[in-house]
């Protein structure tokens, strides 16, 4: 369908839209006119995604001299192929409907995902493929091995270089850098695997395709790092200019995400392996100085000149970028005592003795970043300036050097990222030394956390460079969290209702089991007998009377270990398998994605099955349990992040005094999130049914259920927010044999609009009041 809003005309790839998928389009289009940041809250499995790239690509067709690109962060690799998918079957609408555009679009991931080297790609671990991708591509490599760089000529070629014939290079690689066109692909959208039969086709390496046609592109889908993680972003995002549109989505949990990317733990092991890699340089340093000196002082020239300078010399992806380093910095020379080669190694090495001495306490130590660096001044006479230079220094240094195998360079990297970090930052981090993994170990295995507490800090470089960025999730509930959180003003902040001509979905709260007691994971009652029975209870009940699969959710690993065991003790455990089948998530994600493999049989064989989750793990957020395979979702208790988490506690602290949120306003909105982010996985459209079960009675409380989203809200009656197991099992048995008839009613007009009910709409808003 095609439809205006205001003078621009959106193709739709569908013949109906929902109400809230036209809202959104509007909302997002006031963000994009005034060139402002909004934060936009849409239904679980009403088409966020395509009701976004339909508005934003229109917009782009539009208005083509704007040069806007529409950079799209999602999380996982199968939302960035979801994403593409949908892309690519909205261009294929625009093409049928006559429009010839010149238009390219197309998904960045890792090495790992795009790889097609026989022997790299077989590799596991993303370290290693990162590693040895590098060992065949760096420039110095190549140069060995005879290989000009793209525009030299072979005369070009230093004459006194000897050509080393046994080198391997990876022959993708090779092609896609003998290719003279920058842009070596045609136009069209890619899928990633789309991407890599490209490749394979004309023998080019897809991974670095991506990264020389970024540019061109008018949509790039990738992963929220590529954008807030500053190692990365150099690489990736630096070339963007500011009139981009930044869409976040599946963007309720983006403050983690941003804490995690600036955040670095350093153990006893890592030291080690620094220290040895520190003595793997200084044997190197001493190699060159015999064979080729000149080289080392070609760096030392560099240096004197500045960083920025020097970084035109650098291999830009020989080694992981530097942490966040502001422009003035870059613009300094580097600080005299270690730009030789042999000083710098001498002051790391010192730097690393330092940390492992402060490894050695026996208690709980935290302290700000400015009395860390006070410390080490008063002990080892180490300033402040040259560690602000540590991961850039180390950089320059591996290039000089041309190392390969760079894996075993890993630790040193991370322990010269602290360096930077902790030399540039005074507020909004935290160290926390603690010398036991837990308050019950006694062996010591110290972990120093260099941890921040504000997610403001990796984004603010994103809301202050990009004219228009979007946040957008099911589930941002307060929204006028985000802007507090991340510090930055929202042009539209809105949450859209969900319009249902039938109510497919049924959200109750049980706050206690048949025998009246009631039902939480409060941790006064949560392993006492009768609850976790009536826990038990709850999930056999429902196991009895909802057709095919069953998720439950628990507040975490350990609880539901503890509950699990519990419930084998009682036989609650063989009550249940009478009627489904129980598949259990872990932390090791291969088991998990087997584990899910098999519940998904069992609900299309007939079978039916019970999958036992945990609120935060890999099931509660990127998979969907459409139809068949989630009929009924279970939330056990609350969940809580453990409070007695010492870096948490750092965080709240933080947040009340600078941002003046509350510990406990904090708490409670990351609890109904993540809750409301496990039971929306039940819902996948409006076709779809199924019932969301809050089994914890403090989810009864007003306050709790202020938080949830509007559109589960909006379907959570007096009625259905104080239930014992059996008056639950009544309503949900009626709600299930109502479903189950066919629907009668006509959605159209309702929940579903043809082309005539939104221009209805439109001359409704147009008309005087």
């Given at each position: 369908m095609i439809f205006y809003i205001d003078d621009l005309a959106v193709h739709f790839p569908y013949d109906k839209i929902y109400p809230e998928q036209y809202q959104y389009m509007c909302d997002l289009k006031r963000s994009l006119d005034v060139k402002g940041h909004c934060v936009l809250e849409m239904p679980s499995g009403t088409g966020k995604t395509v009701s976004l790239l339909s508005l934003i690509v229109a917009y782009q067709m539009q208005y083509p001299?704007?040069?806007?690109?529409?950079?799209?962060?999602?999380?996982?690799?199968?939302?960035i192929e979801k994403a593409l998918a949908e892309l690519d079957h909205l261009m294929e609408y625009r093409r049928k409907e006559g429009l010839v555009e010149d238009f390219f679009g197309l998904g960045l991931t890792s090495r790992k995902n795009l790889c097609l080297h026989p022997t790299v790609s077989k590799e596991k671990k993303g370290k290693l493929v990162d590693s040895k991708c590098r060992d065949m591509t760096a420039s110095w490599v190549r140069a060995k091995a005879g290989k000009p760089k793209r525009g030299q000529q072979e005369q070009e070629q230093d004459p006194t270089m000897e050509i080393d014939t046994s080198i391997e290079l990876c022959d993708f690689y090779e092609q896609l850098e003998a290719t003279p066109s920058p842009k070596p692909i045609p136009n069209g959208v890619y899928t990633l695997e789309e991407l890599k039969a490209y490749g394979k086709k004309m023998n080019f390496c897809p991974y670095y395709l991506v990264r020389q046609t970024l540019p061109f592109a008018n949509v790039v889908i990738f992963s929220y790092h590529y954008m807030l993680d500053p190692k990365v972003a150099e690489l990736v995002s630096k070339e963007m200019s500011k009139d981009c549109i930044v869409v976040f989505d599946e963007a309720h949990n983006i403050d983690n995400v941003c804490?995690?990317?600036?955040?670095?733990?350093?153990?006893?092991?890592?030291?080690?392996?620094?220290?040895?890699?520190?003595?793997?340089?200084?044997?190197?340093?001493?190699?060159?100085?015999?064979?080729?000196?000149?080289?080392?002082?070609?760096?030392?020239?560099?240096?004197?000149?500045?960083?920025?300078?020097?970084?035109t010399a650098r291999d830009e992806d020989t080694f992981m970028a530097n942490p966040v380093l502001p422009d003035d910095l870059l613009k300094e020379a580097v600080p005299g005592n270690i730009r030789r080669a042999e000083h710098f190694v001498a002051f790391l090495r010192r730097f690393i003795e330092y940390l492992k001495t402060r490894m050695r306490v026996m208690h709980v130590v935290a302290e700000n970043p400015v009395s860390f660096l006070q410390h080490l001044k008063d002990v080892t006479f180490i300033e402040r300036k040259p560690l602000r230079f540590c991961a850039?220094?180390?950089?320059?240094?591996?290039?000089?050097?041309?190392?390969?195998?760079?894996?075993?360079?890993?630790?040193?990297?991370?322990?010269?990222?602290?360096?930077t970090l902790v030399a540039t930052y005074d507020k909004g981090f935290l160290l926390i030394l603690e010398p036991f993994e837990s308050d019950m170990a006694t062996i010591p295995n110290p972990v120093l956390h260099f941890t921040c507490l504000d997610a403001a800090i990796a984004i603010r470089p994103v809301f202050e460079r990009f004219s228009t960025v979007v946040i957008t999730s099911g589930t941002l509930s307060p929204l006028d969290m985000y802007p507090?959180?991340?510090?930055?003003?929202?042009?539209?902040?809105?949450?859209?209702?969900?319009?249902?001509?039938?109510n497919c979905f049924l959200p109750m709260v049980i706050t206690r089991g048949s025998d009246q007691v009631a039902v939480s994971s409060k941790f006064e009652v949560r392993n006492d007998p009768a609850v976790v029975r009536n826990f038990g209870q709850i999930m056999v009940e429902f196991a009895k009377i909802v057709p095919d699969g069953?998720?439950?959710?628990?507040?975490?690993?350990?609880y539901m270990e503890q509950i699990v065991s519990m419930w084998n003790d009682m036989g609650i455990l063989n009550e249940a398998w009478k009627h489904k089948l129980i598949f259990v998530e872990t932390p090791d994600a291969a088991e998990t994605s087997l584990a899910l493999a098999n519940y998904r049989k069992a609900c299309d064989n007939g079978r039916g099955a019970i999958l036992l989750s945990v609120a935060r793990g890999k099931v509660s957020e990127g998979i969907d349990f459409d139809h068949n395979y989630g009929r009924a979702v279970l939330m056990f208790g609350i969940p809580y992040q453990y409070t007695e988490s010492r870096i948490l506690k750092a965080r709240l602290e933080y947040l009340r005094d600078t941002h003046h949120v509350r510990e406990n306003d904090f708490l409670t909105f990351d609890a109904m999130r993540h809750a409301a982010q496990c039971v929306g996985r039940v819902l996948r459209g409006k076709t779809d049914y199924g019932l969301m079960v809050f089994a914890d009675k403090r989810f009864a409380r007003a306050d709790k259920r202020a938080k949830l989203p509007k559109w589960i809200n909006q379907y959570m009656t007096e009625a259905s927010t104080n239930l014992s197991t059996d008056m639950a099992i009544g309503i949900a048995k009626k709600f299930l044999r109502t479903m189950a008839q066919p629907i009668e009613s006509n959605q159209t007009g309702v929940s579903l609009w043809t082309i005539k009910d939104i221009e209805n709409r439109q001359k409704k808003v147009a008309a005087p009041m």
């Open positions: 001299e704007k040069h806007r690109k529409l950079v799209y962060c999602s999380r996982t690799v199968p939302e804490i995690e990317s600036l955040s670095i733990d350093l153990t006893r092991p890592i030291l080690d392996a620094g220290a040895r890699s520190v003595g793997l340089l200084a044997d190197r340093i001493s190699e060159i100085k015999k064979t080729d000196r000149q080289k080392l002082e070609n760096e030392y020239s560099r240096l004197v000149e500045g960083l920025r300078d020097a970084s850039e220094r180390l950089t320059s240094l591996v290039r000089t050097l041309e190392l390969t195998d760079l894996e075993h360079y890993s630790s040193l990297q991370r322990i010269a990222a602290f360096a507090k959180m991340l510090d930055f003003q929202a042009v539209v902040q809105e949450s859209y209702a969900m319009t249902l001509t039938r069953v998720v439950c959710f628990f507040p975490s690993y350990l």
